[in-house]
Structure formats: structure tokens, C-alpha cells
């Protein structure tokens, strides 16, 4: 009986599968990023018509080569049935990955919306994975990341890359997400669909014209997402936690993942080290390079009472480098300038730096680099790192600020 | 003619000149066995000049077809003249001169080897300087280690410096000796252990330099003078002290000598600056710290440090 139930269940599964293929596939188009001076296509994604028969609705990362360099490239449409054509865009919202596009010329049947289904019901991911013709991937919704920044929708199917901009429908072939990113192994992540209709919205009142300048629009939305997570972060309850002798805040916020990164003796020998790394792992894709959102925090205690003074700091001096790892260029951002100078904090002296780099396009946003070292223990060291991309540098002071005053110092 | 028995012709060779005395004239020069003076220098001919003594002087007559004979620098057939000392001869490629016995010589060369210097002169202090420069170096191997190791762990991680330096000393004791034919090995110890200690302390001082000032310019400063400055300052107290040479040869023996190590310096110099000016995306600030916490800045409190970081 079993066997037969879920034989049945398979079936109809399949079935519904190609039945909402035929029933959307004039409403699902690929997305092609084109090089004007060669023709060729740059980068590919897909997209649906919503709101209207001429508008569609695609990732941002799909279009953003268009949005960063206009005169360079163009956006065009491909029809299941192979006609193309060119869009143009309307408007974005970066933070979630979203963009409305209008061609000159109807394109299908809006797709409708619908709430996101329970948890465990199946969604059918539509999309064109690396060009290689419209595809349909059936998974499983597994509800709403409520406690990352972005909220996406984790879906349990395989997404790949080109499906990006495709709807997730649910069994009544109503959008609930947005293809966007995958982490491999049927671990995909969709967007909401509630931020689609926010952004469709905004597009209503603008009388499904073109932002009036969306370069403009994009770094207001990045420095009210930052300047809301600093706040949040400055407003959060704290709690602290042991690194070492030190009392430190940890996870600040709930979007913010500790892992520890202690090593143990056999790494190293004569010095204890512990170690909490946190992170709000978020990347709000702007282009190839240059990603922004991203908080990183670290803690790391060492304990070497088994040392003599100098070879002792002489490990530590060693650690004090910081690894931070962006793929910013120079054509996106400033060299970082920074600032070194002693402070006293939880009546322990660090050396501590405050680097900022600001950005050339999005202006008003920086990178902020904050390293400091104990010093005023001679066979104990405690550092102290983070790094914050694209935020507003004063904002992002009160920050460090607040976490400076909420170390302690256990002796 | 009364000073006959005072001509002398001084064949220079290193490291000591050979002087033959000029008594009986003509004196014929050559190869050739049956010459009254023989040079058995390759670009010598068989019959290569012969000096006369006359009434008015002394007479050259070159007899050489091959390399020829200059004479204070000119091509010389045949050329009589007043004996002035000295007269430089130079017989293919070997030089020589033609002196009077009555010439004085230089002063005897006496060096005072003072401070630091004592190295190049007594053998007890190059000893002591390459037993401290290994110490040093066992030192940087347990400072370096982080874990706990048996003495004979450190001596082992020192014997590749050790090797080094007796190397290095070897090869310039060897070269000494070509040139002076003594054996001068302690001075060739001390300048090998000078030239591995002293990068090694300029290093630490640059260290502790760092942190005192928070910046990074002390040792980069020590390091690109060491650079630049040691080996060719070395070389010319070792030439100057163990070879006894003149104070513009021993420059130009110590410029020449360090010339490919300074080429290769400047080389290093402008990749690093080249390097300098292309973006890295990482963020340069002095990383330095220290046990000992000596340095000029004050301590903040949390307010007055970012009242200093707003600026």
C-alpha cells in the first residue's frame, strides 16, 4: 500500500510538473546580458512576466552588468519559443536581488502571486540552467530563513546558474520566490515573492516608468539596509560571552552565525588559543567584484604563561594580521587609510587601528577595518577584529563604540 | 754615470714587486732565455726592449713586433731621455718601472683597529662575535618555536647559519689569501659573522623602533640602509685594515666587490616601490607589538580615542 501511495504520489508529482510547464512556459523567458560591441551575450538568466504582459522579473546580479556600465551592454529577451527582443530596465531592489524589466512588446500572461505554502510542500523551480533550454526543478519549500538578513526562502532543490530570475510556483502555478542563489546539493535559496510586489508597488507609483535615476536609488537602498543594521545591532540586548579572560559580545544580532575557531594544542603547542569568529554572512551582490552587508567579527584569546615574555609576543606579533579577504578593486574603492593609536578598554591597553576605504560609485559607503591587540599583559594576547562592507563610517563608530564598552574583563 | 748603480727596475707583481738592479748596460728584456732580464709573462715577446745608457741619457729601444712597449704611456720605437723617476714601462701587458735607488718609499701602513673594528685584527674578538652571532641565532630559533623542544632541537635549527658563516669566511679567507698570500682566516670569520649578525639586530631594534612610533618607517628605514650600507662597508674596513690598502683603493675595491648586491638591492627597491603604488585592498597600518608596551603615544580612553578616530 505504501509503496503504491508513494508510487501514485511520484506520478502525480511528475505530472503536475508538466502540466504547469505547458501551462507557464510562454510566461518564462531567459534574461541575456549583450555586449554591444560584440553581440554576444554576457551573462545569462531567467525571468517571468508579472504585473503586467510586458513586464518582467528577474535577479538583479542578472542585470546588474547592464546597470553598472549602460553604454557597454544591453539587456534582451529570449522566448521559449526562440524569439528575442530588448528590455529595458525599470527599477531594483539590491538588497534583495530583484529587478523589473519592460520590453516594447507583450510578452505572455502575468503570473500571479501567492503566499509561500507549509513547510514540505513541493515548489517547481522554473529556469533556463546554464542555456541549456527551459527547465523545470521540482524540491520542496522549507520556509523562510527568518533569521538571515535577507529572508530568503530555503528550497530544496537543485537551482543552478543561468535558472537565476526564474519563479518558484507552487502546485496551483502561483509565484512564491524568485530563483536566486544555491549553495550545492539541493540547497537553494529563493527570493520572497512579498519583496517582488514591494518593488512592483514602487514601480505603480512611478507609472511603470523607469527610476529616474537608479544609480541613485540603489546606494539610498544600501544605506538604509546599513543604517538599519547598525541600528538594530546598537538596539539588540547583548549577551556576553567568555573568550579568555574577557567578557565580549557575541551574537549581536540573530543574524549573526559564531562558530567557533579555537585551535588546539597539537596546532600550537605552548600557547592556548580560543576563538569565536561571528558573521552576519550576507552578500548583497552589486557586480563581479564587489559585494556588499557583509559584518565579520573575531575574537581570539592566547594564553602562553609557559612562555618567556619575547617569545611569547613574538607568536603574537605574528597573529596580529589580518586576514580579510574582498574583492573590491581599485576602480571600486579608495587604499584604505587607517588610523593607529592605544586605548584602554575593560582596563586592558590595546593598539588598535580603524581603517576605512570609501567607495568611488556608491558614495557615503566604506569599507571599516577595526584590528586591535592587547598589550598590556605579557603572556596573554586578546584580538579583537572586524570588518564591515559598505557602511557609513560614522554610524558604523558608534558601533564599535558600543561593542568596545560592553568588553569586560574577568580578573 | 756616477748613478749607474742606482737604476732599478721594479716588475710589479702581486703581492710583492719583483726589482732587478740595473748595473751592466745595455740590458735586454725578453722572454728568451738568453735575455739579461726575463719575464716569462705571455705577452712578452721573445726580445722585447732594450735599455742603453749614453752621454745624454738613457736609451729604449723597442724590440718587440708583437704587443709593443709604452713608455709613460706612449707607443714607444726608440726614445732617449733624462733619467726621471719614476718611468713607467709597460712591456705587453706586464707593468713596470724604472726607479732610482734613492726614491723614498710610502710610510709604513699601521692601522689602529678601534671598537668594533677589533674584529678584522684580533683573532679573540672574531671568535667572540661569531660565538655571540650563533647565540643570537639559537636565541631567534626558541623565540621563534612555539612549542616545547630539547636544546638539541635549537642547535640543530642554528647549524645551517653556523655552516653558513664558516662558509663564507672560507671563501673570503681564500680570496684574501690569493690576494696577500697569508692566511688571514679570523678577520674573514669576523666579517661573516658581522655580515649575518648585523641584519639580524638592526632587525630587532627596527621591531622595538616600530612599536615605540606606531609606524612602520623605522625598519624599513634600518633595513634599506643595512641594504645598501653593510657589505660595502665591510669590505672596505677588511680591505682597509687586512690588506692595508690606500683609502680610494679600498672604495673602489669595496664598490666593486658589493656592486652586484647593490644592483640587485636597487632591483628589490623599485619592485617594492612599483608594488607600493599598484592597489593591494589591504590595509597597511603598523602591526607591530611588544611585551615591553614602550612607546610615545598615550593611552586613550574609549571616548578620547574616537573623538581621535572621527578626525
Not at chain 1, 604563561?305 to 579577504?325: G, H, V, W
Not at chain 2, 623605522?218 to 680591505?239: E, Q, T
Request: net charge neutral.
Amino acid at each position: 500500500m505504501l509503496l503504491l501511495f508513494g508510487q501514485s504520489a511520484v506520478v502525480q508529482a511528475v505530472d503536475r510538473s508538466s502540466s504547469l510547464y505547458a501551462e507557464v512556459q510562454q510566461s518564462i523567458y531567459q534574461v541575456r546580458i549583450i555586449n554591444r560591441k560584440t553581440g554576444h551575450k554576457r551573462t545569462i538568466g531567467s525571468g517571468f512576466v508579472i504585473e503586467r504582459s510586458n513586464l518582467l522579473a528577474t535577479n538583479y546580479h542578472v542585470v546588474s552588468a547592464y546597470t553598472n556600465d549602460p553604454t557597454t551592454y544591453s539587456i534582451e529577451y529570449l522566448a521559449t519559443n526562440g524569439s528575442v527582443g530588448t528590455l529595458e530596465l525599470l527599477d531594483v531592489d539590491v538588497l534583495h536581488d530583484l529587478a523589473v524589466l519592460v520590453a516594447d512588446k507583450e510578452l505572455g500572461r502575468p503570473l500571479q502571486t501567492a503566499e509561500l505554502p507549509a513547510k514540505g510542500a513541493t515548489l517547481y523551480a522554473f529556469g533556463n540552467p546554464l542555456g541549456l533550454g527551459f527547465s523545470v526543478v521540482t524540491g520542496t519549500n522549507n520556509g523562510l530563513l527568518t533569521e538571515s538578513e535577507d529572508k530568503n526562502i530555503l528550497f530544496s532543490g537543485n537551482l543552478n546558474s543561468g535558472m537565476s530570475g526564474g519563479p518558484a510556483l507552487n502546485e496551483a502555478g502561483a509565484v512564491v520566490g524568485v530563483n536566486v542563489a544555491t549553495a550545492g546539493n539541493a540547497v537553494s535559496f529563493l527570493v520572497a515573492v512579498e519583496y517582488l510586489q514591494r518593488l512592483l508597488e514602487k514601480i505603480r507609483t512611478q507609472q511603470f516608468q523607469p527610476a529616474s535615476n537608479l544609480h541613485e536609488s540603489i546606494v539610498a537602498q544600501l544605506k538604509v539596509n546599513s543604517s538599519e543594521m547598525l541600528n538594530r545591532l546598537q538596539t539588540n540586548p547583548w549577551m556576553l560571552e567568555s573568550v579568555g579572560s574577557f567578557q565580549v559580545p557575541s551574537r549581536i544580532d540573530t543574524s549573526i552565525n559564531c562558530w567557533d575557531g579555537s585551535e588546539t594544542d597539537e596546532e600550537r603547542g605552548l600557547v592556548t588559543v580560543i576563538s569565536v569568529n561571528c558573521s552576519n554572512e550576507r552578500e548583497i551582490y552589486l557586480d563581479e567584484k564587489l559585494s556588499v552587508g557583509n559584518m565579520q567579527y573575531q575574537y581570539t584569546w592566547y594564553a602562553g604563561e609557559k612562555m618567556i615574555a619575547p617569545r611569547f609576543y613574538r607568536m603574537y606579533e605574528l597573529q596580529n594580521s589580518d586576514d580579510t579577504s574582498s574583492n573590491a578593486t581599485k576602480e571600486n574603492v579608495t587604499d584604505f587609510k587607517c588610523e593607529t593609536n592605544f586605548v584602554q578598554i575593560a582596563k586592558q591597553n590595546f593598539k588598535m587601528s580603524v581603517c576605512r576605504r570609501d567607495y568611488l560609485r556608491y558614495k557615503g559607503l566604506s569599507d571599516v577595518l577595526v584590528t586591535g591587540a592587547m598589550v598590556s599583559q605579557k603572556q596573554q594576547g586578546f584580538l579583537f577584529e572586524l570588518f564591515l562592507t559598505g557602511v557609513d563610517f560614522k554610524e558604523s563608530m558608534r558601533l564599535v563604540k558600543q561593542l568596545f564598552e560592553n568588553f569586560q574583563w574577568k580578573n | 754615470m756616477e748613478k749607474l748603480d742606482a737604476c732599478l727596475l721594479e716588475i710589479q707583481l702581486r703581492p710583492l714587486n719583483q726589482y732587478y738592479h740595473l748595473t751592466q748596460f745595455p740590458v735586454r728584456i725578453g722572454r728568451a732565455l738568453d735575455n739579461d732580464i726575463i719575464l716569462s709573462d705571455p705577452s712578452i715577446s721573445a726580445y722585447h726592449l732594450e735599455i742603453d745608457k749614453t752621454e745624454q741619457g738613457l736609451v729604449f729601444r723597442n724590440l718587440s713586433k708583437e704587443n709593443g712597449t709604452r713608455l709613460n704611456g706612449k707607443a714607444l720605437q726608440v726614445a732617449s731621455l733624462e733619467l726621471k723617476q719614476p718611468i713607467s714601462l709597460k712591456l705587453g701587458n706586464r707593468r713596470t718601472r724604472l726607479l732610482a735607488t734613492s726614491m723614498q718609499v710610502a710610510q709604513a701602513s699601521v692601522h689602529q683597529c678601534r671598537g668594533l673594528l677589533k674584529v678584522f685584527c684580533r683573532p679573540w674578538y672574531a671568535f667572540t662575535l661569531a660565538v655571540l652571532t650563533t647565540s643570537v641565532f639559537l636565541y631567534e630559533a626558541y623565540l621563534q618555536s612555539i612549542f616545547n623542544k630539547e636544546l638539541v632541537y635549537y642547535l640543530s635549527s642554528v647549524m645551517p647559519y653556523l655552516m653558513g658563516m664558516i662558509a663564507l669566511a672560507l671563501l673570503i679567507a681564500g680570496m684574501s689569501r690569493l690576494a696577500s698570500q697569508r692566511w688571514e682566516f679570523s678577520p674573514a670569520l669576523g666579517l661573516a659573522a658581522f655580515c649575518m649578525l648585523t641584519p639580524q639586530l638592526l632587525g630587532e631594534l627596527g621591531r622595538v623602533l616600530n612599536y615605540f612610533f606606531t609606524a612602520n618607517w623605522p625598519l624599513n628605514g634600518l633595513l634599506l640602509l643595512s641594504n645598501f650600507l653593510l657589505i660595502p662597508l665591510l669590505v672596505y674596513a677588511y680591505i682597509r685594515l687586512v690588506h692595508h690598502a690606500e683609502r680610494w683603493p679600498a672604495v673602489g675595491v669595496a664598490l666593486l666587490f658589493s656592486a652586484p648586491l647593490l644592483v640587485y638591492q636597487a632591483m628589490d627597491l623599485t619592485d617594492q616601490w612599483t608594488i607600493e603604488h599598484e592597489f593591494t585592498g589591504q590595509a597597511d597600518f603598523n602591526r607591530n607589538l611588544s611585551a615591553w608596551d614602550l612607546r610615545l603615544k598615550p593611552t586613550l580612553s574609549i571616548d578620547e580615542y574616537f573623538i581621535e578616530t572621527e578626525k
